[in-house]
Each structure stands twice: as C-alpha cells, then as structure tokens.
C-alpha cells in the first residue's frame, strides 16, 4: 500500500514568493496532521484535521500560513508571503482511529529552503 | 500546553553498548509514544505504551511507561550502528501527539 505522498520533495524559492505544499494521506484515513522540523525547534503540531475539518490550528505560526483540506485525499499546506525563517523540513501525516495504538503515518517531508 | 522533555538531546555511544532515553512530562496522557527518524524520511513507530507501569520488548529495545502515565524511557541493550537516527517520543490525547525534541544517537562501529 502506498504510504503518505507528499510533494514536492524540496523546494528552493525566495522570499516574498508564495509556497504550496501538497499531501496525500493514506486512503481511509480519517486524521491528518501538517508539522513543521526545524533542529531549534524539533517537530511543531501546525495543525490537523478530522475527516476534511480543520480540528486544532493553534500551531500555525501566522496568517501566512493556511491550511485546506478540500476533500479526504488531499490537503495543502500554502505560505504567503514566504520568508527565510520558514525554511524547515514540512512533514505531512496520517493516522486512522480504527488501527491499533492510532500510530501517525508521516510522509517523507518537503525540505523548503526560503532565500 | 503539554510539554515533553527527552533526554539526552545528544548520545554518541560504541557498538556493543547498552543506553537509556528518557521522556518526561508535567502533564498525564492516555498513550505514549515511541517514533526513530532516519535522515531524508519522516517518524516511524516503534510502539505505543498505554498502561501506567506498562513494559514492553521489541527485540534489543525496551520501553516503559510510568505509573502516572507521564514519564517513559527506552532502553537499548548491545546497540548497533544500524540504530542510529533520532528518537522521538510523543503524547497522545484525543487524536493529537505532542512530540519531545527528540533524542540524536549515533552508534559507532
């Protein structure tokens, strides 16, 4: 089975500019969670959603940051206007009440590096 | 705010050598978890411990969770360099983890 899909795989972009990433979470799953790595701060919450609703987004930085998640096999992570202290690792998760200890399922991240 | 502190932040042991990881927290959670990271790749689950007191063995890992349910530690008996990578532990309540800053090991051969 496919695990989380999530692109792109690095992104290079300057500031100022606007910076989508996508997920794709395994099929069935009703959670998804968008996390944030950085060596300074470790893995931040950003924010997760239960069946297409946005549940908690205390986690967002900003209101650069926007996440939607229109239907259950898709969400976006959008920054707007993107700027240098954004660059981290964007992980992407999955997880499904029903499976045994809800383990998360996380995508092998984007690395977004902002000039 | 539910915050979990790991230590060591940093552990650079030989192959051969046995370690233990800690993970506390001020607050109680209903499971605890345990996730490795690679370099290039997201967490993977280790395991999950949900019982105050609760012990349980993968291979030459051991995982416990505390009585009060808001402490835990793993240990590594005879570690490999294939161990090598970060440890992540992680609170869960009501659908949510809240991860610790994690653990960097490097196993030398």
């Known amino acids: 089975d496919a695990g989380v899909i999530q692109s792109p795989r690095h992104e290079v972009t300057e500031m100022g500019q606007e910076v989508t990433l996508r997920c794709k979470p395994i099929s069935g799953h009703d959670y998804l969670f968008w996390y944030r790595q950085t060596m300074m701060r470790g893995l931040e919450l950003l924010i997760y959603?239960?069946?297409?609703?946005?549940?908690?987004d205390s986690g967002m930085p900003e209101d650069r940051f926007s996440a939607k998640m229109p239907n259950a096999s898709f969400s976006t992570l959008k920054i707007q206007p993107s700027e240098p202290r954004d660059s981290a690792v964007y992980f992407c998760a999955s997880s499904n009440p029903a499976e045994l200890d809800q383990p998360q399922h996380f995508g092998d991240g984007t690395r977004l590096s902002i000039l | 705010t539910q915050l979990l502190e790991q230590s060591p932040q940093f552990l650079s042991i030989q192959e051969g050598e046995n370690l233990t990881v800690y993970c506390n927290s001020s607050?109680?959670?209903?499971?605890l978890q345990w996730y490795r990271q690679e370099p290039g790749e997201g967490p993977v689950l280790l395991v999950t411990v949900v019982t105050g007191g609760e012990v349980k063995k993968l291979k030459r890992l051991t995982f416990q969770f505390g009585d009060a349910r808001k402490d835990s530690s793993l240990h590594i008996t005879a570690a490999q360099p294939g161990d090598t990578g970060l440890y992540l532990c992680a609170g869960f309540n009501a659908g949510k983890s809240t991860f610790g800053d994690g653990t960097t090991l490097t196993v030398k051969p």
């Open positions: 959603f239960n069946n297409n609703v946005p549940i908690d």
């Open positions: 607050s109680v959670f209903s499971s």
